[in-house]
Structure formats: structure tokens, C-alpha cells
């Protein structure tokens, strides 16, 4: 087998604050392999953000400070020279933020935008460059490119904004794409053509991408595989299929019932997420868990453990001798530590 696209082990990411250190990403591994999609979801304030942005070193540092391994095609990004990094960001590794606006100048039209970043990229005229440039536009589905290239960013919708960004984060060919809720702030209509547009462009360019968001009806639709995470760690990992058909993690219990379209209730999870500068014991989740017992809340996070070929969960209730069944019947009179709800896909 080859080494994936991408492996991440042991990232971690602390940022000083007034309050004292804030851990925002505690150590989690994951990878990505050529041509995949795998999706990190989890709430608001998981970490998810922090860990993307970790990888290329786009967490401004001090006050950020990133540690462990992130190998991509066998180089550890964290120990690159900023120099090296800076082209691995550019031509290898492309971001799509989820607010074009903030991406993208103000004072420039679209295309000359793309174009400038191809000139960057390539060595091309600037006529080469125009029309490379007009082609993106229309290979990301922007109707009448040509016409479209000498317009500035407000004269775009925000759907056409996103696709544009798309288009230049396209202009290096980056075998990864780490797209970081990019379709949050479009209505529902748009984000679907966006998620198809991401698909269609991940076969032709033959990417590997790396997908963040909070929205597990979008993991179902393009992940391949999805990573779970809650308060810096990950709770659980695997097939998307599997963590859909059989969620080990009560976590990921709790998110997927919030989903109405997978016949959940819309509503939250009891209770909110703790503090990052003073994570509790044991499992994070353990304080707002139904099933925590004494186990659940000393050590650090539990140990994955697998539970069916490529799925792992961080849950003491699957170690050995114990009985995970346990966990689908509701513990009698078991209440989470707080009863604060917050929403489950804010
Ligand atoms: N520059 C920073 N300085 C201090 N703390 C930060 C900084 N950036 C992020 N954090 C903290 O790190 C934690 C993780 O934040 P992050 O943005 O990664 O969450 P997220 O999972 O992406 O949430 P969301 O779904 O809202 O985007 C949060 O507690 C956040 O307040
Ligand atoms: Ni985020």
C-alpha cells in the first residue's frame, strides 16, 4: 500500500491567551489518502479549524504554536523552512475558506486574481494566463467567463464568489484541497451545487480533500471517510457508511440525532463543550455523557480501539470484557451534568 497524501500524527495546537494556555487541537492523528475525501466534523469550537489550518502553519504563531508531524508525500510540513512551505502551500496544498469575501481583494476584478496567481504559479504570458484563467472560471460552472473575468468580487453572488475561489485555488493543480466549510454561508440551493461541483472537480484533477464542516447531511453526501471530533480530540473515526450505519461514540450518537434528514430531531446536545484551558479527566465527552461511570472520567482521553476494519473509537465502554450494548438502552435516571442545550448544527 502507499503512504497516504497526507498523514498527520500527534497534532497539537495551544494558543496564549490572558486566561493561560488554551489547548485547541490535543494530539489527534489522522490521514488522507491521494483522491479521497475525508471529512472532520464535529461543533462549533471542536477544533476542526484549528487543526485544518495547522497543517500548512496558516495559525499565526505566537500566539499559536503547533507541534507534532504532519507528513505530506513524505515531507513533515512542520519542519519545513517557511520558504519550502510557502510553495508546498501554493502549488501542492489550496485552501477554500468558508467567506470568499474575506479571501478575496476588493480592489482587483476575478479573473485578473486567478490570472495574477497563475503568473505566481507558472511561468505564463500574460495572455496565457487570461485564458487559463477564463477557463477555470468556467470549469468551476461561472456562465460566460470571458465577460465575467473583468468583473470585481461584489458584482459576483456569493455562490459565484465561492466558485471563483475555487477556481484559483485550483490554479496550482494541488493533489490536496482543504476546503474549510465552504459552503456555510450559501443557501442551501447553492451549497448543493457547490458539493457537486467539489465532487466533479476532485475526479477530474484527481485530488485528495480534506473537508471541514459541522453538517453531517454534507459528510453523507461526499465524504469517504469522516473523523469525529470534540474539544481537540477525536472521539471517533472511520468508513462513512459504518460511523453512519453503527456510530460507536455516544457523541457521534448525539450529533446524528440531531440530523432531521437522518431522522433525528433537529434539536442539540445537552450541555456545552468544555472549557479548552481546562479540559476535564478522562473522555472530554464524558460531562455531558448519559453512560459516563467512573472509568469515563480519569486518564486522558481513552485509547482508540477498533471496532470493524478501519473503524475506531475513543470510548472506554468497547475495551475488553466490557459490554458496549450498554450503551444503546437509555441509563435509567442518568442525567448529563448540565442540562443547557446548545444547538447541535449551528
Ligand atoms: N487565534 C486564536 N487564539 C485563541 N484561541 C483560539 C484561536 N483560534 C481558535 N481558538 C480557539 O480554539 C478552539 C477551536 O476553535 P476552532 O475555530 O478550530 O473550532 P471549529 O471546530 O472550527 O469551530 P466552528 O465550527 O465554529 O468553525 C476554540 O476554543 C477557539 O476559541
Ligand atoms: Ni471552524
Request: glycine share 6%.
Given at each position: 500500500m502507499s503512504p497516504p497524501l497526507l498523514e498527520v500524527e500527534g497534532l497539537t495546537t495551544t494558543f496564549d491567551t490572558d486566561g493561560g494556555t488554551l489547548t485547541a487541537v490535543d494530539g489527534i492523528d489522522f490521514s488522507v489518502d491521494e483522491g479521497e475525501t475525508v471529512c472532520i466534523v464535529g461543533?462549533?469550537?471542536?477544533g476542526k479549524t484549528v487543526a485544518t489550518e495547522s497543517i500548512t502553519r496558516l495559525?499565526?504563531?505566537?500566539?499559536g504554536r503547533v507541534a507534532g508531524t504532519v507528513r505530506f508525500k513524505g515531507r513533515d510540513l512542520l519542519a519545513m523552512p517557511d520558504d519550502e512551505l510557502r510553495e508546498v502551500r501554493g502549488d501542492d496544498i489550496a485552501h477554500v475558506f468558508q467567506n470568499p469575501q474575506e479571501s478575496m481583494n476588493h480592489c482587483y476584478t476575478v479573473g485578473w486574481q486567478i490570472a495574477e496567481a497563475l503568473r505566481i504559479h507558472r511561468d505564463v504570458s500574460d495572455d496565457e494566463a487570461r485564458a487559463r484563467a477564463v477557463d477555470l472560471l468556467d470549469r468551476v460552472g461561472i456562465a460566460n467567463a470571458s465577460a465575467r473575468f473583468d468583473d470585481y468580487p461584489h458584482e459576483l453572488s456569493g455562490g459565484q464568489k465561492q466558485r471563483a475561489m475555487i477556481a484559483m485555488a485550483l490554479v496550482g493543480d494541488p493533489d490536496l484541497l482543504i476546503a474549510d466549510?465552504?459552503?456555510?454561508?450559501?443557501?442551501v440551493t447553492v451549497q448543493a451545487q457547490i458539493l457537486r461541483l467539489l465532487d466533479e472537480l476532485q475526479a477530474e484533477f484527481g485530488m485528495g480533500v480534506l473537508f471541514v464542516t459541522h453538517d453531517l447531511g454534507v459528510v453523507a453526501q461526499i465524504a469517504d471517510r469522516v473523523v469525529v471530533m470534540y474539544a481537540g480530540k477525536v472521539m471517533e473515526r472511520g468508513g462513512v457508511l459504518d460511523v453512519f450505519d453503527r456510530p460507536a461514540h455516544p457523541y457521534t450518537r448525539r450529533l446524528l440525532d440531531c440530523v432531521p434528514e437522518l431522522g433525528g430531531d433537529g434539536g442539540g446536545i445537552p450541555g456545552t463543550l468544555p472549557d479548552p484551558r481546562d479540559p476535564p479527566d478522562g473522555c472530554r465527552f464524558a460531562p455531558r455523557?448519559?453512560?459516563?461511570e467512573r472509568a469515563c472520567r480519569t486518564d486522558g482521553q481513552p485509547e482508540e480501539i477498533d471496532v470493524r476494519p478501519g473503524q475506531r473509537v475513543s470510548c472506554v465502554?468497547?475495551?475488553?470484557?466490557?459490554?458496549?450494548?450498554?450503551?444503546d438502552e437509555d441509563p435509567p435516571g442518568a442525567e448529563p451534568d448540565s442540562n443547557e442545550v446548545t444547538s447541535g448544527d449551528d
Open positions: 461543533e462549533s469550537g471542536s495559525v499565526r504563531e505566537p500566539p466549510e465552504p459552503t456555510t454561508a450559501l443557501d455523557c448519559a453512560h459516563a465502554h468497547y475495551r475488553d470484557g466490557r459490554d458496549p450494548s450498554v450503551l
